[in-house]
């Protein structure tokens, strides 16, 4: 049997199981330790003040807590944005589970780290070599290469914007349409500073309604409700961001812009993942279950793209 330090491989993943489906603890409970608390003098046993809520840990200000209470405010003190991540990096669906179950107080609050790690995303995609900008002013070169003959290369190259600028007055209806649209969309997204989060939590707002329809009632999570399946998306988005943040510093570039900067092929894997474990299915009902849930959310988009499309006709 191979042994790595004290265990043996398979202990190893055991272990590794054990801690993936067990709740985290913050505190181990000091029975029968007599607080007097600091503030109001109640005495008291337990972690905090029955009387007014301050911690029993409350002591003279020292450079620690000062650095700690810091610390808190970036999501790195009790409520632990680190530790979160963490979990939804090996322990995603179990951990969401616990979340929606009410171990609450271990993780850090599921909407502020979505805009935080999507600023964060933003910022990076912004500061790294951009992967996707070699590729794309290649294609049209080669395209133009293959399609003209060698004698008229250059001729041919000239008269094509021209030709495309003349078009422009008589833009049929759908061309109108989409142009508008399309501008709406870049005023929105230049005018919301938030909007790359915003937007996100739309995505997951449809997802919770795909999901709501075949994952409501699972061997795990029971019945579940709209509003806990929102919560779950959310922390799934957080995963898929932090994932994005990962896969930037790994591959050392990044895309600016409103989509996450890593391929599908992976954020369908882990989702495969954050499902099975959260709502408790085998590897093919989440399956197919997961690929409804795609289908479905697919459709919601379009369908929602379609009535907007009408909305501004029916303004013009
Ligand atoms: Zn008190």
Redesign the pocket.
């Known amino acids: 049997m191979v042994k790595i330090g004290k265990y043996s491989v398979k202990e190893w993943w055991a272990r590794f199981r054990h801690w993936q489906v067990t709740p985290t603890k913050l505190e181990t409970r000091e029975a029968f330790e007599q607080h007097e ?6 005495s ?1 046993d337990g972690a905090f ?6 911690s029993a840990k409350t002591s003279r200000l020292t450079l620690r807590n000062a650095l700690s209470n810091i610390l808190d405010v970036w999501g790195l003190g009790t409520r632990s944005m680190p530790r979160a991540l963490w979990h939804l990096l090996f322990r995603p669906g179990h951990m969401i589970a616990d979340y929606l179950c009410g171990h609450r107080r271990p993780y850090f609050p599921p909407f502020k780290m979505l805009f935080v790690l999507t600023a964060t995303a933003l910022l990076l995609s912004h500061l790294l070599p951009d992967g996707e900008a070699p590729a794309q002013p290649s294609r049209p070169v080669e395209r133009a290469e293959v399609a003209a003959p060698p004698t008229t290369a250059g001729e041919e190259a000239v008269p094509v914007t021209p030709k495309e600028s003349a078009e422009q007055p008589s833009m049929n209806e759908t061309q109108r349409v989409t142009r508008i649209i399309y501008d709406m969309w870049n005023l929105a997204m230049e005018k919301i500073p938030a909007s790359p989060a915003m937007l996100l939590l739309g995505w997951q707002f449809l997802f919770a309604l795909s999901t709501g329809v075949f994952f409501r009632r699972s061997p795990r999570m029971g019945c579940v409700t709209f509003t806990e399946q929102f919560y779950a998306q959310v922390l799934i988005a957080c995963q898929m961001q932090f994932l994005s943040i990962l896969y930037m510093l790994i591959t050392f570039s990044g895309t600016e812009g409103y989509q996450m900067n890593i391929p599908f092929r992976y954020m369908v894997a882990y989702a495969l993942i954050d499902y099975k474990q959260l709502y408790g299915y085998g590897w093919w009902g989440t399956l197919w279950r997961s690929a409804l849930t795609y289908a479905l959310t697919g459709v919601l988009v379009m369908l929602l793209a379609f009535i907007v499309t009408i909305f501004v006709v029916l303004t013009m």
């Open positions: 608390c600091i503030n109001c003098g109640e008291f003040c029955p009387y007014c809520g301050q």
